[in-house]
């Protein structure tokens, strides 16, 4: 990461910014700057490299997709153009679970596997918390060794700048291009912060949730929102003294499951259990996945999920811009210390503020 940034930085130097771009700014990128970033910059050539697999290159393009300097979006947009007639062949699946229940022992495991059989996988990360704090929560260099080590696989940590809508458009477009270098699996995964699952679930053909048998009160701390997305629900560390714990906790979640989606007549979330370090129910989890993903080719709903997303990916990205448009505006930020003071001193109501303030975005 750290040398694409400086590849990047030393090839485009004054282009690069460190905060946050107003996405509309695409349009707007001064031409000479563009021209600029392109000597600097050969998008086909990246292309061609991406296209061959070979993996400086790839990490250089989402290095490239990730940057939020005005030259580095126009490029990386003609990049993804190029690319996007060779994406959409990799199975997506998600991984959810809060941190500790062995998301990187399971998808070290499972990778693992699918390279065996003969597949590419990568591996990419959503973790809301870097880009608050910093220090994340997933994606450090230790996890998953062994994976990162074969040629076959492609760990990307989360991005760490931006919103949660930034980050989430980052692994798209990363999506796009690890498809078009050939990789036929790709596993997304995040930890249960915020918005970031239902954000992964918005991206993935197969959504799975892993959870861990409690004591007492086996469902507590699990949100429902996360049941009704979970295309497949498996209970980790099932193994020694807490394998039949991790049963019973099994039977209890199929039956909530049930209740949550109970009318869906095409796909029935099955819950199993799993041991990530004994590699018990791995092959398991694989094969319900290719169950699933087979149900929803045979009846059509995969490629309706898939087009529906791009309609998502596209909403999301508007919501992003108008946001981004309106925390930067200064029109509206002359207004927001007034308008909020005058709320807090109670002489203004809310609706009363929240319309100064959207006159002032409206201001031309
Ligand atoms: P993550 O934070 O979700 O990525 O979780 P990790 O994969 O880092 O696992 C957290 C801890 O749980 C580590 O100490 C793992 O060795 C342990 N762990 C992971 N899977 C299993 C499992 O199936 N059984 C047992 N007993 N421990 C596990």
């Known amino acids: 990461m750290t040398e694409d940034s400086e590849y990047l930085e030393h090839h485009l ?8 771009t107003d996405l509309g ?3 707007a990128v001064a031409p000479e700057i563009i021209k600029r970033a392109r000597r600097r910059i050969d998008v086909d050539e990246l292309f061609d490299a991406v296209r061959n697999g070979d993996r400086t290159r790839i990490s250089r393009a989402i290095t490239l ?3 939020t300097a005005p030259a580095h979006r126009v490029l990386a947009q003609e990049l993804l153009v190029k690319l996007l007639p060779f994406s959409g062949n990799a199975l997506r699946v998600g991984i959810t679970g809060v941190p500790g229940v062995g998301k990187s022992t399971f998808i070290e495991a499972l990778g693992m596997k699918l390279i065996e059989e003969g597949h590419k996988v990568a591996v990419l990360a959503i973790d809301p918390s870097s880009t608050k704090t910093r220090g994340s929560i997933l994606g450090d260099k230790t996890r998953m060794s062994k994976l990162s080590a074969q040629d076959n696989a492609f760990i990307r940590p989360s991005p760490s700048a931006g919103t949660l809508g930034g980050v989430a458009k980052a692994t798209r477009e990363s999506m796009v291009v690890f498809e078009a270098a050939g990789y036929d699996v790709i596993l997304v995964e995040t930890v249960g912060v915020g918005q970031s699952e239902v954000a992964v679930a918005q991206m993935v053909d197969c959504f ?12 507590q701390g699990i949100k429902k929102g996360v049941l009704e997305m979970a295309d497949l629900v498996a209970i980790n560390k099932a193994d020694g003294p807490n394998l039949k714990n991790a049963k019973r906790a099994a039977r209890e979640l199929a039956a909530a499951m049930r209740m949550v ?9 099955p819950t199993m259990t799993m041991s990530a370090v004994e590699h018990e129910g791995i092959d398991e989890f694989w094969d319900v996945v290719n169950q699933h993903h087979e149900a929803m080719l045979a009846s059509g709903r995969f490629e309706q999920n ?3 997303q791009q309609v ?11 946001l981004q448009r309106l925390n930067t505006k200064p029109e509206v930020l002359a207004a927001k210390k007034l308008v909020e003071s005058q709320l807090r001193d109670g002489q203004i109501t809310p ?7 959207l006159n002032a975005f409206d201001t031309e």
């Open 13 to 20: 130097g004054s282009l690069m910014t460190t905060s946050g």
């Open 25 to 27: 700014e695409i349009t």
């Open 65 to 67: 997709l990730e940057s």
């Open 208 to 219: 799975t949730f892993l959870a861990l048998a409690g004591a007492g009160d086996q469902l």
């Open 261 to 269: 989606r109970p009318e869906d007549a095409l796909w029935h979330p």
């Open 306 to 308: 898939r087009r529906e």
């Open 312 to 322: 998502g990916w596209m909403w999301s990205m508007v919501h992003e811009t108008i």
């Open 351 to 357: 609706t009363l503020a929240a319309e100064r303030i």
